[in-house]
């Protein structure tokens, strides 16, 4: 059997794009109070922010919102005629899925991860 190598060049940027969208987060709740209270909000609005993002990465990327996706392109066919599918290189769309997955990474939990990271330096400067 063939072993999956991890891609750690995805998790290395995801991880920095989460860490980008946390502090800039964390300096909007900031300057705007300038006081500890909005260093507070601040850390706990960039954990949820990035603890949601890194969960909709993975509903996503388990394939949830991909009904949406094959009705509106079927929608698409019915109003407009020929649209162009990605479904058609494959004999099914289970095959479709499965070629997907082959290729993609669990970068999400770089989010989660940093997510986490602020929620705890939240509940740190909480206790201060």
């Known amino acids: 059997m063939k072993e ?5 060049k995805a998790y290395i940027i995801a991880a920095i794009i989460s860490l980008i969208i946390g502090v800039a ?3 909007i709740f900031f300057l705007q109070t300038k006081n500890m209270y909005g260093a507070f909000n601040g850390t706990a609005f960039a954990g ?13 990327k388990e ?13 698409g066919t019915m109003i407009f005629g020929k649209v162009p599918n990605a479904y058609n290189d494959y004999p099914s769309y289970r095959d479709y899925k499965q070629e997907q997955r082959k290729g993609s990474s669990n970068y999400f939990i770089s989010f989660l991860i940093v997510g986490a990271l602020f929620l705890l330096a939240y509940l740190i400067l909480k206790l201060i």
Do not use: E, P, T
Request: no cysteine; glycine share 14%; net charge positive.
């Open 25 to 27: 987060i964390f300096f």
């Open 63 to 75: 394939g949830f919102f991909d009904f949406a996706g094959y009705g509106f392109r079927q929608l």
């Open 4 to 8: 999956k190598r991890i891609n750690w």
């Open 48 to 60: 949820v922010i990035l603890l949601s993002l890194g969960g909709l990465i993975f509903i996503s």
